[in-house]
């Protein structure tokens, strides 16, 4: 049984409420989850080793005493895995995904915030493949200097995100990069996912205070589809718009604070739109 605790004039105390609360949270949330895994071919035994691991890791990372070392004892109190599962997990875990978004992503997004890079009347402009700035060649080396600019080309025009015009510059064709392939379908999936679930879960353990990430969500139910197409098309407009205005600032920030030490921090901001028809 799941118990969360509360804070009273008597201490901490556990609530069956909060139990049964917790638990319904988390079978919304699974739910999803669970549906694709066995899309995916994953059966319970992967997915039941995973969370080993991952209790192993979160309590780890987490819930260590100051001055003291985590000792298996600790670990089979915080996680209920049995010491002798705890000493070859602790082992053979796997260091975590650096987080962080591939050159492409940050490429479009320079390509379509970056002054140089735009057109007078606004949106990015055709570049010519060499040449100093603006260029396609220019604006590569400005992201990374580890992949070629030849590279990047031939993979931006197998996704189709570029196509030739007629004096054989490189036009952008969408405003996003949006992946197709399935380990960067992935590797998005997780890095939003898992940061939009660290914003909500900080949240809650910071109740009843005030909890230190701004989220919010509008939810309204009884709506038509006719309602419902009108609702995702002003959703899906007014959060790029703000997307956009977001990311041209953080480009700004990112040029200028790039030879500072203290720039390590990560910052990400997301927008999603859901809807649900059932029958009447």
């Known amino acids: 049984m799941i118990v969360l605790a509360c804070k009273s004039k008597m201490g901490n105390c556990p609530t069956e409420m909060d139990s049964t609360a917790l638990l319904r949270a988390l079978h919304r949330i699974l739910r999803p989850l669970v549906a694709l895994l066995m899309a995916r071919g994953m059966?319970?035994?992967?997915?039941?080793?995973?969370?080993?691991?991952?209790y192993v890791e979160a309590a780890e990372?987490?819930?260590?005493?100051?001055?003291?070392?985590?000792?298996?004892?600790r670990l089979s109190l915080l996680t209920g895995l049995q010491r002798k599962d705890l000493r070859q997990r602790r082992e053979t875990l796997p260091a975590a995904p650096a987080p962080g978004a591939g050159p492409l992503p940050r490429l479009i997004l320079a390509w379509q915030t970056h002054p140089a890079y735009q057109r007078g009347t606004g949106g990015p402009r055709a570049l010519p493949r060499q040449g100093p700035a603006p260029s396609f060649e220019a604006l590569v080396a400005q992201i990374s200097r580890d992949v070629h600019p030849r590279t990047l080309l031939d993979e931006m025009e197998r996704q189709a995100l570029i196509r030739r015009d007629d004096k054989d510059r490189?036009?952008?064709?969408?405003?996003?990069?949006?992946?197709?392939?399935?380990?960067d379908l992935l590797g998005y999936f997780g890095a939003n996912l898992g940061d939009h679930v660290a914003t909500a879960c900080a949240n809650l353990r910071a109740a009843p205070q005030k909890?230190?990430?701004f989220e919010r969500a509008a939810h309204f139910n009884k709506l038509s589809p006719g309602a419902l197409d009108e609702l995702e098309a002003?959703?899906?407009?007014?959060?790029?718009?703000?997307?956009?205005?977001?990311?041209?600032?953080?480009?700004?920030?990112?040029?200028?604070?790039?030879?500072?030490?203290?720039?390590?921090?990560?910052?990400?901001?997301?927008?999603?739109?859901?809807?649900?028809?059932?029958?009447?």
């Open 170 to 183: 490189v036009v952008l064709r969408q405003a996003a990069f949006l992946p197709r392939d399935e380990a």
């Open 43 to 54: 059966r319970y035994p992967e997915f039941c080793d995973l969370l080993k691991d991952i």
């Open 211 to 213: 909890g230190p990430f």
């Open 61 to 73: 990372h987490g819930f260590g005493l100051a001055g003291r070392r985590m000792t298996d004892s």
């Open 234 to 280: 002003l959703a899906r407009d007014l959060q790029e718009t703000a997307l956009q205005a977001i990311a041209a600032r953080a480009q700004a920030l990112q040029a200028r604070d790039a030879d500072r030490p203290e720039a390590t921090g990560r910052f990400r901001a997301g927008a999603f739109v859901y809807r649900e028809e059932t029958p009447s």
